[in-house]
């Protein structure tokens, strides 16, 4: 009786220690954070391309007969990808100001890149700083991925067909280029974030960021070869807004 006594104390001081670790402020694992009263906003959006997208030019895999061989019709280069309707794929759109000073805790779970038919997928990669990024070598050849930071610690690491590695970045950094030091045409970008609100269009350059705070904020759209666009948001509770962003085509420094 006395031990079932202090075993039911144990297991709530436990859930206590628990329960107030969960609901420490601030601190925020994984999923949006809330404001006070725990409504949140969405915000979503179409990134377009005005005008007409250059032409997409045929990657030459040939220096690796084991890339060519994957693809009976060559792979188009991925610098400017529209749809029909202009939308416009691959651009990070993020939170650029106007959060509060709160530390986020990286998701549990690592981003997947993988290098698959001698090209990275995908070809932009968003990311929470300190989340672990696993490199996967789907491929019959290897690969030397060589992420080139400006704000984090460069590496490079080869991969053997069919391995796998684990990274992290530290730092925010928007974005970081990557390259494989065997197969010149293979590109890719891996943007770190110290927050969780940021999105990367897909195929009709759409976007969604959702669970932010009620606040003002500036959001910025962030394209490889097209630049930045920002606009300023202001957003109430269990609201969901509209915010589109246009690029066009900018000659090449
Ligand atoms: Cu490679």
Known sequence: MVRMTTKSLILVATLTVLISMSSQPGVKAGGPATSANGATATLTGVVKFMGTPPRATPIKMAADPSCAKQHPTPVLSQEIVTDAKGGLQNVIVFVANGLTQQIFEPPSQPVVLDQKGCMYQPHVLAMQANQRIEV????????????????????????????????TFPREEIAIPVKCNIHPWMRGYVAVFKHPYFAVTGEDGSFNLSGLPPGTYTIEAWHETLGTSTQTVTLGANVTKALDFVFKSQPRS
Do not use: Q, Y
């Open 136 to 167: 996967v070598n789907d491929d019959p050849t290897s690969h030397n991925i060589h992420p080139m930071p400006a704000n984090n610690r460069e590496w490079n690491k080869s991969e053997l067909p069919g391995t796998k590695t684990e990274e």
